[in-house]
């Protein structure tokens, strides 16, 4: 589902969320778990429909570029860096990560929330619906902006609790 926040910067939204969300802690062993445990629910997914894992359902490229992108929005469950930032820090092509955030929100994993102002896109923000975060985010932006997100089904079944980050 593809929302849009029109004509609001995003630093107000950033500055109360970021004042009440957990984050992750920078340790590289933590993020990692985080991300395996993340991988370990898209293979779940993907073996459902594809009969594949996700490393041999994606290529090589695209399986580096997830990892790279969970790691982004792993730390606050949520991630507002533009497709091109992400590229350059990637190190591949928009293209790569536009597709790969649309076959995410196609599994739901990830949801996008578009803003625009003076009538051009600016960054969106993607959040991942695993995160311990993901209820308080979904909460605020369906109080705040209105917005009719729904929960996802995959929190409840897969998320990831605080205790085994810990």
């Known amino acids: 589902m593809k929302l849009n926040i029109r004509s609001y910067t995003i630093r107000p939204i950033i500055r109360k969320l970021d004042s ?3 984050c992750v802690p920078k340790r590289k062993k933590l993020i990692n778990k985080a991300i395996n445990h993340i991988i370990n629910v898209i293979d779940i997914i993907i073996f459902e429909n594809e009969s594949k894992t996700t490393k041999e359902y994606l290529t ?3 399986y580096e570029t997830l990892k790279m992108f969970l ?5 606050k469950g949520y991630c507002t860096l533009t497709q091109e930032k992400m590229a350059y820090k990637a190190g591949v092509s928009k293209p790569i990560i536009s597709d790969l955030i649309k076959w995410l929100e196609e599994i739901e994993i990830c949801q ?4 625009v102002g003076a009538g051009k ?10 995160h311990p ?10 109080t705040e902006w209105y917005f009719p997100l729904k929960m996802n089904p995959l929190y409840s079944k897969y998320r ?7």
């Open 60 to 62: 090589s490229r695209k």
């Open 112 to 115: 996008q929330i578009r803003t």
């Open 121 to 130: 896109r600016r960054n969106s923000f993607y959040i991942l619906t695993l």
């Open 160 to 166: 990831i609790e605080l205790n085994e980050l810990l």
């Open 71 to 75: 790691s982004f929005v792993i730390e």
């Open 133 to 142: 975060n993901y209820l308080y985010i979904l909460e605020y932006f369906r």
């Open 20 to 22: 009440k969300l957990y």
